[in-house]
């Protein structure tokens, strides 16, 4: 099958995914754009900062209150609210870094990480492509080149859509070049059939 | 003797190791890059590890005695004073 020309190949050799078939290539790996992990980091710093400052600050503050709090018990609450932070940031990558879709010489694979115990999988033959719109929302969006890629497609999924992934155009592009090698393909197979070859 | 406390700690710790476990299990099973998935196991066992030690180290110079109590000593009255019972 004809592949679309790029340098992006051989980025994703190391990668694997359950399901893969034989000789399939993976050509994109898709994610959301950093900034929405960033963005939802931000009340994470904040907290850290947080409680990093109550961490120093509380043998100084205590000797202000009318209660007096052991300092071993302070300590014990405060590693529970540091444990829990350090497991909530994990649970937040996973949802960013297994949220993700990806695009292969033969279909395009969508995996929707839904917290820790919801995983959607869904994927899609290039065959079934019928369109591919983006849409790219906002100023921020518009500086940093992210947006939405819609595919739209004759199989049981209506449409597939890539949230907030970088460069959506190239992206749309590649995904048309697919779609057209499939349905040539396809159109060689038929012939092929009607030649009774096969 | 009761220590409502000791037990609250067990239960904390129980959903630590619980949630530490389903993060590992996220990591290694759903991997898409090996290299990735191991240094990212690795970085979240040792800050786990971190954040434990520093939990246990403190917990083990806690007076836990003082803080449980005996539910024998709660004062209960069982005299029906204004019952209509009587």
Redo the contacts between chains.
Sequence with gaps: MNKPKGNYQHRFLDYHFKGKRDGEEIILILRRHWLILVAKLIPFGFFSIGLIAIFFLAPILTEFLPIVIDNNVFNVVMSFFFMGFWLSLFVMWIDFYYDVWIVTDQRIISIEQLGLFRREISELEHGKIQDVTTEIHGIVPTLLKFGQVYIQTAGEKARFTFKQVENPVMIRSVVMALQKNAIKQQKREEGAIMRGKV | MINLLLIA?FI?LLF?FG??L??VY??KV??????VSTI?TLF?IV??LL??T??IS??I???WKL?SFDLGEIPVSLELEDSSYE
């Design positions: 700690y904390f630590f949630g530490s389903a993060v996220h990591l759903n991997k898409l890059n090996e290299k990212t979240f800050g786990c954040v434990l520093f939990n403190n917990a110079q806690v007076d803080l």
